[in-house]
């Protein structure tokens, strides 16, 4: 579990991230996340806002090298 040392609000798109209320919403509306997936959406925003990229990450493109990976039969 993460710790939030101050009060601590990301917004992203039509979502607000309330990390010290354990709140969720979107377009001002409460959207409902289990506990896992509040903490595992936490944890994504406040490290994705708090690095510092020093350069541009590439986007993941599907490999047709090694379908497995994707779970892609074929």
Excluded: C, Y
Aim: glycine share 6%; charged share 20%; proline share 5%.
């Amino acid at each position: 579990m993460f710790e939030v040392a101050s009060r601590q609000i990301f917004e992203f798109g039509e979502f607000r991230l309330d990390a010290t209320r354990r709140l969720l919403s979107k377009n001002g509306e409460a959207v409902n996340l289990t506990h896992k997936a509040f903490e595992t959406l936490a944890q994504t925003v406040i490290t994705t806002a708090t690095t510092k990229v020093t350069r541009p990450i590439p986007p993941l493109r599907m490999s047709s090298s090694n379908p497995m990976l994707w779970g892609v039969i074929g």
